[in-house]
């Protein structure tokens, strides 16, 4: 069964420009989640969609940052204008409804704004 | 709010050493635990998930025990292995079925 699959792998960007992350989940999971993990911290839940509704989209900065999943599969990770704080590694997840934190993670885009 | 801690945030040991990373969380209303390991520039690997209704869970040298009522969780890794080598993460799902985590234990075996 093929993993979770992210790209790019690793971005550098100069502040106020923008970048898109992708993200294909694992087949037939409804669920999907962007995180922010910051060097040292643990991951920190931007946005989960179901299908192509979304969830809890509390923690996501909305004047900079926007998601979203047409078709209920993939997905797009945007920041516009990017900030230095947004430096960090974006890592999507999926899983099936029903399972409460059984999720399952790509291997996370790092992101580095100079 | 639930709250998640590890310590400590960073642990070295010789290699064949047995050892415990500890979890701890505020809010006893969680769903489940797991552990999971995250090597660099890798995503997230999950080890062990315990259901709130148990006590604990292995695999392999790796055992994982879960005291609800006192808010806390153990890892412990029995015969560490340079391959152990990683950061160790703890999460919980909470009362709205969300992942609360930890900021982790960066673990180093020394050969």
């Known amino acids: 069964e093929a993993g979770v699959a992210q790209s790019p792998r690793y971005k550098i960007i100069e502040k106020r420009q923008s970048v898109a992350f992708w993200c294909n989940p694992i087949s037939g999971h409804a669920t999907l989640y962007w995180y922010q993990q910051i060097l040292g911290q643990g991951p920190k839940l931007l946005i989960q969609f179901q299908n192509n509704g979304v969830v809890d989209d509390s923690q996501l900065p909305k004047d900079r940052f926007s998601a979203e999943r047409l078709k209920g599969v993939d997905s797009t990770l945007k920041i516009q204008p990017a900030k230095l704080e947004d430096s960090a590694v974006y890592l999507c997840?999926?899983?099936?409804?029903?399972?409460?934190?059984?999720?399952?993670f790509g291997p996370g885009t790092r992101l580095t704004v100079t | 709010k639930q709250e998640v801690t590890q310590i400590p945030a960073a642990l070295s040991v010789p290699e064949g050493e047995n050892l415990v990373l500890n979890c701890s969380f505020t809010?006893?209303?969680?769903?489940?635990l797991q552990w999971f390991r995250q090597d660099p520039g890798k995503g997230l690997t999950s080890l062990l998930l315990i259901q709130s209704s148990q006590r604990e869970q292995t695999s392999g040298r790796l055992n994982a025990s879960l005291d609800k009522s006192s808010g806390r969780s153990t890892l412990y890794i029995a015969a560490s292995q340079p391959g152990d080598s990683a950061t160790y993460l703890c999460?919980?799902?909470?009362?709205?079925?969300?992942?609360?985590w930890g900021a982790g234990t960066k673990l180093i075996i020394k050969p």
């Open positions: 999460a919980v799902v909470d009362s709205n079925y969300q992942l609360i």
């Open positions: 809010d006893s209303a969680i769903y489940n």
């Open positions: 997840a999926s899983s099936l409804v029903g399972t409460p934190g059984e999720q399952y």
